[in-house]
């Protein structure tokens, strides 16, 4: 007797135009374990091959997008490509000929928030939350700093960064962190994909370099900083006690 196929943890639905990834990993919220990284750098890949893609619609499963990186593996050394493997699923996103379009009813932390901002138009509703945990593990927001901070306003990532501090749709959006917050995502989607469903191909591809362009001017000059920057930190005491702390559900030692 062979063993059930495992289920996949980005699965795939298109329909008139719109290819759309699904997060579907709620038992760790959506973390970015070295599985669910790669099927969604397949999934990417082959909506942008397709001719009958005019965007992505990345969504979620369960009450959380992404929490950022997967601990349990970085507290056990099992992840395999760590930051550079982030920074490379971080530009695949914002360089991928299609606009990608976020769609969010749910929390956002840490390593989350560079997916979410490396997408080309977010929209988020009145069940997202949204956080940069990073200070409080004895990290820093090193690797997805290169699309938040072109995108956010700088005041505001200097304040959230360093507090860590929840916040709700309606301060991503008056951040610059999110496009629009909504009542409604479904709805308020409904014209976005409507007007990307005309757009040409050429058309699409060609005007998402220039909205990018900063993007990926960071993407160049940043990556291996800031790369080896998050691999000393996920390598330091500091971290490893937040880590543990994080999954032993208790403070770490330096907490006031």
């Known amino acids: 007797?062979?063993?059930?196929?495992?289920?996949?943890?980005?699965?795939?639905?298109?329909?008139?135009?719109?290819?759309?990834?699904?997060?579907?990993?709620?038992?760790?919220?959506?973390?970015?374990?070295?599985?669910?990284?790669?099927?969604?750098?397949?999934?990417?890949?082959?909506?942008?091959?397709?001719?009958?893609?005019?965007?992505?619609?990345?969504?979620?499963?369960?009450?959380?997008?992404?929490?950022?990186?997967?601990?349990?593996?970085?507290?056990?050394?099992?992840?395999?490509?760590?930051?550079l493997g982030l920074a490379r699923l971080l530009r695949t996103i914002v360089e991928l000929p299609v606009p990608v379009v976020a769609r969010v009813t749910g929390h956002v932390r840490a390593g989350g928030l560079g997916l979410l901002a490396a997408c080309d138009i977010s929209v988020a509703g009145p069940g997202a939350s949204f956080a940069f945990t990073e200070a409080r593990l004895g990290l820093a927001p090193a690797v997805i700093s290169m699309p938040v901070l072109p995108r956010m306003d700088a005041?505001?990532?200097?304040?959230?960064?360093?507090?860590?501090?929840?916040?709700?749709?309606?301060?991503?959006?008056?951040?610059?962190?999110?496009?629009?917050?909504?009542?409604?995502?479904?709805?308020?989607?409904?014209?976005?994909?409507?007007?990307?469903?005309?757009?040409?191909?050429?058309?699409?591809?060609?005007?998402?370099?220039?909205?990018?362009?900063?993007?990926?001017?960071?993407?160049d000059r940043d990556t291996e900083a800031l790369a080896e920057q998050s691999a000393r930190l996920f390598a330091s005491e500091d971290a490893r006690e937040g880590m543990t702390a994080f999954l032993q559900r208790r403070e770490p030692s330096w907490a006031q």
């Open 1 to 83: 007797m062979t063993d059930a196929p495992e289920s996949p943890l980005v699965p795939r639905a298109h329909e008139r135009g719109i290819t759309t990834l699904t997060l579907d990993s709620p038992g760790n919220r959506n973390a970015l374990s070295a599985r669910l990284v790669a099927e969604l750098h397949q999934g990417l890949a082959d909506a942008a091959a397709d001719p009958g893609t005019r965007a992505v619609v990345l969504t979620h499963a369960g009450t959380t997008f992404c929490a950022g990186a997967d601990l349990s593996e970085a507290a056990s050394g099992a992840a395999k490509e760590g930051p």
């Open 155 to 219: 005041r505001a990532a200097a304040r959230y960064y360093l507090t860590g501090e929840r916040f709700d749709a309606a301060e991503a959006a008056r951040t610059g962190l999110v496009t629009l917050a909504a009542e409604d995502v479904d709805a308020a989607l409904e014209p976005v994909l409507a007007g990307l469903r005309k757009g040409s191909p050429q058309g699409l591809a060609e005007s998402k370099k220039l909205t990018a362009a900063g993007v990926l001017r960071a993407f």
